[in-house]
């Protein structure tokens, strides 16, 4: 999109929603910047998700406030490929500097001299800011007890693409957030025996009287939690927005519907997956996270008397399932046809290439709202950057601002002149 450049005030690694965003707010404060993108815009929307991804989100809320999606009501759940189109027409509108097909390769600090040297795949050059925006969610994580069995086809829920590509079979998917979940639901329908591993989740209720669950974690409050509750740190969450707003997570309607729920797995030995005696007690938790969302949605429709329907269905729970009363704990994988294991087990990030001091003993980024602990260094898109909804499009977009107008600052502090300077 632009000429090549060797020295830039900024640069923003990665254009996925945060780099994009990145560049808008470093456009409207007139920080000259450049993007370096290794795929394309929103690579990770269109390759590193499954076909029928739609997002989890309705378009009215999970988009940059710029712009709306075009050919989709408010209310729709725009599919995956929309969505990696709507950042490229984004970035169309502000015409952001993002280079496409460049990797940043190396970028470590200048030794006596401010900035930082960067090598890319095509040449080095020179920025006083580096801005990560590589993403959330990097490196497909999947856990060491994963079976070193050569008969059985594994992947991750970032390699999954449609039930078609698979082998014949039953599936295992280990993990029931919102990508564990949504490809079970996927597998079941399209006809092959599913067994589904639920860990801790939160399943908020796709709608309540009227209202999304975006908007009821919008007007509670929940979406700008700083930090999350303790002991939350292994609880993920169960959402789709695969069938509309009608799409609320239900485990005991996905046993219903043919699914085999167990729970946690702990390990494999020969063949047999043992899985932990705790899906009772996840679903249970799940359903409390479930019922207080209700409850706070009911309790603030009252104190703020709004005209919303009453939903009392909504509090109707399905009978326990068969293998909620009398859990699966061993199951011999060859015995029960399983010949896949889908890995939905989150991610990791990869800052292999960031060479500077912002990292703790574990490799974590240090960082106070994405501003780190080397000075010139950014993040933007982490989970947690700032709160609960930044690595989420819209919250990724005010994330951007703030560290857009941090980095305005600190060069207004580089501009400045002592008067002896201003008069020379
Ligand atoms: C299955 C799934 C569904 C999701 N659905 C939603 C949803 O519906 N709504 C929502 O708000 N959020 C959703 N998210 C969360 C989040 O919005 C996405 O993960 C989103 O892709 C994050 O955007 P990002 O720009 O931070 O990172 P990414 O999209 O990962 O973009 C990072 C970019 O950096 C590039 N890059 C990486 N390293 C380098 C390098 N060294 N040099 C140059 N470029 C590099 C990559 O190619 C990539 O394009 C979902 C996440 C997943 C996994």
Redesign the pocket.
Known sequence: MTATKTEIDTLV????????AMSEHLTKLGVPHLV??????????RT???DS?????PAWH?RFPGLEFNGYGPDDFVP?EK?ADYFVQYAEKFEAPIRTG????QVFRNTNRPGFTVE?SEGVIQANRIVA??????KPSIPPIAPQDEQITQMH??NYRNPQDLPEGGVLVVGAG??GVQIADELNRAGKKVYLSVGAHDRPPRSYRNRDFVWWLGVLGEWDAEAMKPGTEHVTIAVT?AHGSKGTVDFRALAAQGINLVGLTENFKEGVATFAPNLVENIARGDDNYFSLLDAADAYIERNGLDLPEEPEARRKLPDPECMTNPILELDLAEAGISTIIWATG?SV?YS?LDVNAFDSNGKPQHQRGVSTEPGVYF??LPWLSRRGS??????WHDAKHIADHIATQRKYLEYQDAGQRNA
């Open positions: 690694v990665g254009a996925g929603q945060a780099g994009v370096l993108e290794r795929n394309r815009i929103a690579e990770r929307w590193a998700r499954w991804l739609v997002a989890n989100g999970d995956k969505v460049v990797e940043v390769k890319t925006a590589t993403g959330p969610f990097q829920s970032a919102s990508s927005g991610f990869d290439w933007i898109g690595t989420f499009i819209w919250g990724v």
